[in-house]
């Protein structure tokens, strides 16, 4: 297993979000986590990240490293980009310098360049756009600079909490289609979303989070088939 | 006009000092959110030590150079340790408490400071009088007219202006082109995302610290060889910057520079043209006026509430 999640409970004061969630992600796979609004989906990415703090349970990268207690910026030197839910491009910064951010960790800038060369193919508006602020780029090209943002930090796990979050369905598909390209390069994937039918359409397999607890793990395709799923995910 | 032409040169050597002490509140303003009252007190504490590095280092007679370049450089390595200690040691503790909280740290800080310099451990109550390292003396004379119309301009001023601008040359490399100045501006916006960016948060904060208190440090050691030393020095230059930092627009880094520069030039104005009584109430008068008529600055950025 690259990263195994087990029993991990987290709290915001008295409100528990995480009630004992196990997850496992293997090298190589596209793994979709699904759930309503307040389910706990953003809670599990921002404590797998580092930046909450769980109450029990433990989060482990390739079967050894216990990641509760490492700094976020230490998880990054770990190998794991996450991708914010909102994007959370720096707004007064430009493109090129997002990127460059990304990277941080990564002294040599002849590296650097090179996957900013590698992000560029993956993402061409960003090519053009990368002296422009980011604050000023559409929602769709925010999208794909967050994405390449954490694609700079060369990572072996990618967190993507809500790629699809207001965009059109024409971008949402683009996205979508570069995510499963990221993947087949050899980045394994932590997907969360909403948007359950795109999500599951693109994972090899999910999880369905319902208020801090998991209620059901299969395949992707059996839980596009699962009559639960459809009633509350997928619109009947 | 050869008056006015001295007051402006007068204005712009005192706004350079200004503008130096501005920088730092304004970059910590930009990280933290925070105003550091201590500020003022870790400029006083750059002329304290350039006091001792002098008096050190006096029976070796050095060239002036060689003096200046030691005295300038441990007051200012001294100046940074100090900033990473108030950091450190008052507000990281308080990092998620109420700003209420912080800001009357700040003050104890500076009261803490200032009670430090009076005792002869470190520095003692009464003023003293830099040892004479440079002496002052007037390097351009321009005869304008006749021979009562002179405007001079002398190497204190000089060194004022050389080092204020240099060192914002310095600053803005670093800020705009290396990667320590990236991870400051993206600290800046916001924590969170900038810790999932692999930056080491907390080192963004102290080398903030250490910036701005080194170029604290190189303000009060000019204020220092050009008046004298005292522990309360501090006071009046750190509102006055604090002032100009707001008035550039509290956050912006030209801004800070610009803001210390305009208020020294308004400040020289008012002791030549009205009276010198005024000369300390105008900065005042000059922070209510920005506050309620464009409490943004002069360059006031984009302000995002920070998480
Ligand atoms: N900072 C916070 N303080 C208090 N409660 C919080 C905080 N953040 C989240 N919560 C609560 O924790 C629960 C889980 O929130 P979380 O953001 O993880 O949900 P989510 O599944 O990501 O939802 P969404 O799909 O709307 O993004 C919710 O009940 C939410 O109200
Ligand atoms: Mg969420």
């Known amino acids: 297993m690259l990263l195994s999640v087990n029993n991990l409970e987290v709290s915001y004061g008295a409100i528990a979000a995480l009630q004992g969630v196990s997850v496992s992600i293997d090298r190589g796979e596209i793994v979709a986590l699904i759930g309503a609004n307040g389910a706990g989906k953003t809670t599990l990415l921002r404590t797998i990240s580092g930046l909450l703090k769980a109450k029990g349970g433990s989060v482990l990268w390739e079967g050894k490293k216990e990641l509760r207690g490492l700094a976020a910026h230490e998880v990054v030197g770990l190998g794991i980009s996450h991708v914010p839910e909102g994007r959370q491009i720096f707004p007064h910064l430009s493109a090129r310098e997002n990127l460059m951010l990304g990277g941080y960790q990564e002294r040599s800038n002849g590296v650097l360049r090179e996957r900013m060369e590698r992000v560029f193919g993956l993402f061409p508006v960003l090519a053009e756009r990368s002296e422009q602020r980011g604050g000023t780029l559409s929602g769709g090209e925010q999208q794909m600079l967050a994405i390449g943002r954490a694609m700079m930090g060369r990572p072996r796990l990618l967190l993507l909490d809500e790629p699809s979050l207001g965009l059109a369905p024409l971008v949402v598909r683009k996205i979508f289609q570069i995510i499963r390209e990221i993947n087949a390069e050899g980045t394994t994937i932590f997907l969360v979303e909403q948007n359950a039918h795109m999500a599951l359409t693109v994972a090899h397999r999910g999880y369905v989070l319902q208020t801090g607890r998991v209620m059901l793990t299969d395949t992707a395709s059996e839980l596009l088939e699962h009559s639960d799923v459809k009633k509350a995910y997928l619109g009947g | ?307």
């Open chain 2, 1 to 307: 006009m050869d008056y006015l032409t001295q007051q402006l040169i007068n204005g712009l050597s005192i706004g350079a000092t200004y503008a130096l002490i501005a920088l730092g509140y304004t970059m910590v303003y930009g990280v933290l959110r925070l105003i550091n009252f201590a500020h003022g007190e870790v400029y006083m504490m750059g002329a304290v030590v350039a006091y001792w590095i002098a008096i050190g280092i006096a029976p070796w007679g050095w060239p002036v150079w060689g003096a200046l370049a030691v005295i300038f450089g441990g007051a200012m390595g001294a100046c940074a340790v100090l900033g990473f200690a108030i950091e450190f040691f008052a507000y990281r503790p308080l990092r998620n408490k109420p700003r209420l909280v912080v800001l009357i740290t700040a003050i104890g800080v500076s009261l803490l400071l200032q009670n430090l310099a009076q005792t002869r451990y470190v520095f003692g109550p009464t003023p003293e009088a830099f040892p004479a390292v440079i002496e002052a003396k007037t390097v351009v004379r321009w005869t304008m007219g006749g021979p009562d119309n002179v405007v001079t301009v002398s190497n204190l001023d000089l060194l004022s202006l050389g080092l204020s601008l240099g060192l914002m040359g310095v600053l803005a490399w670093v800020v705009l082109r290396t990667r320590q100045g990236l991870a400051l501006r993206a600290v800046s916006y916001r924590f969170d995302t900038s810790s999932l960016m692999g930056i080491n948060t907390n080192r963004t904060i102290s080398f903030t610290f250490m910036l701005g208190s080194a170029l604290a440090a190189v303000a009060g050691v000019v204020d220092a060889i050009r008046y004298d030393v005292r522990p309360l020095m501090g006071l009046m230059p750190g509102l006055k910057a604090f002032v100009a930092a707001v008035l550039g627009g509290i956050g912006s880094i030209p801004g800070a520079f610009v803001g210390g520069l305009v208020i020294g030039l308004i400040e020289t104005l008012v002791k030549g043209y009205l009276s010198s009584a005024y000369s300390d109430a105008v900065a005042f008068v000059v922070l209510i006026v920005i506050l309620l008529v464009r409490p943004s600055g002069i360059l006031g950025r984009y302000e995002a509430e920070k998480l």
